[in-house]
């Protein structure tokens, strides 16, 4: 009953801001399995589900699932920041280049500038690494707290972990296919 509770509170604070209510919300999925154990699994499953409703697609039914829909939404962000540099956007980092920053942002952590430029020379992603560095800024801001001003991870940091899961080979998720350069960035990072 607690994990029931919890998505609906997620669920209806989530609907909110998406302008959802009444019959375009969703009915609470069964949170029985292990996998929703953790008090994220069971926010992420309901933003998943709110965004989901909000696009007329079908929900994730799993927690895995919900990771992977949430990851297919940053890229599409991605994508679309980068697609908009016709509009006058100044974003240049292709979808492709952006993943492989943030697998190397989640394994790094935020670093200082230089730092984080000699990291992504040392990987060559294609394009340069001061453009890469400046729209992985965009897209992931440095805490305001913070001296490390360049690949600030995305969080939660849990959402990270399944995205370099779902980077590596060896997963089960045919839907996401794992980017072979990811094992040797382990290696040379």
Do not use: K
């Given at each position: 009953?607690?994990?029931?509770?919890?998505?609906?509170?997620?669920?209806?604070?989530?609907?909110?801001?998406?302008?959802?209510?009444?019959?375009?919300?969703?009915?609470?999925?069964?949170?029985?399995?292990?996998?929703?154990?953790?008090?994220?699994?069971?926010?992420?499953?309901?933003?998943?589900?709110?965004?989901?409703?909000?696009?007329?697609?079908?929900?994730?039914?799993?927690?895995?699932?919900?990771?992977?829909?949430?990851?297919?939404?940053?890229?599409?962000?991605?994508?679309?920041?980068?697609?908009?540099?016709?509009?006058?956007?100044?974003?240049?980092?292709?979808?492709?280049?952006?993943?492989?920053?943030?697998?190397?942002?989640?394994?790094?952590?935020?670093?200082?500038?230089?730092?984080?430029?000699?990291?992504?020379?040392?990987?060559?992603?294609?394009?340069?690494?001061?453009?890469?560095?400046?729209?992985?800024?965009?897209?992931?801001?440095?805490?305001?707290?913070?001296?490390?001003?360049?690949?600030?991870?995305?969080?939660?940091?849990?959402?990270?972990?399944?995205?370099?899961?779902?980077?590596?080979?060896?997963?089960?998720?045919?839907t996401h296919a794992a980017?072979?350069?990811?094992?040797?960035?382990?290696?040379?990072?």
């Amino acid at each position: 009953d607690e994990r029931e509770r919890m998505f609906a509170v997620a669920r209806d604070c989530f609907a909110a801001l998406y302008g959802l209510s009444g019959a375009d919300l969703p009915a609470v999925p069964s949170l029985h399995r292990n996998e929703f154990g953790l008090i994220l699994a069971v926010q992420a499953a309901a933003l998943a589900r709110i965004d989901a409703a909000a696009r007329g697609v079908r929900p994730p039914q799993d927690s895995l699932g919900a990771s992977a829909y949430l990851l297919d939404r940053e890229r599409q962000h991605w994508t679309r920041l980068f697609e908009g540099r016709t509009e006058g956007v100044e974003f240049d980092t292709r979808p492709g280049e952006m993943a492989r920053a943030v697998f190397v942002a989640a394994l790094t952590g935020a670093t200082g500038y230089q730092d984080g430029r000699r990291i992504l020379e040392g990987l060559h992603l294609g394009s340069p690494p001061d453009r890469i560095l400046r729209d992985h800024a965009i897209c992931y801001p440095a805490a305001a707290s913070s001296d490390a001003v360049a690949l600030e991870p995305f969080y939660p940091d849990r959402l990270a972990e399944d995205f370099l899961a779902l980077s590596l080979p060896g997963h089960q998720l045919t839907t996401h296919a794992a980017d072979p350069w990811a094992s040797s960035a382990l290696a040379r990072l």
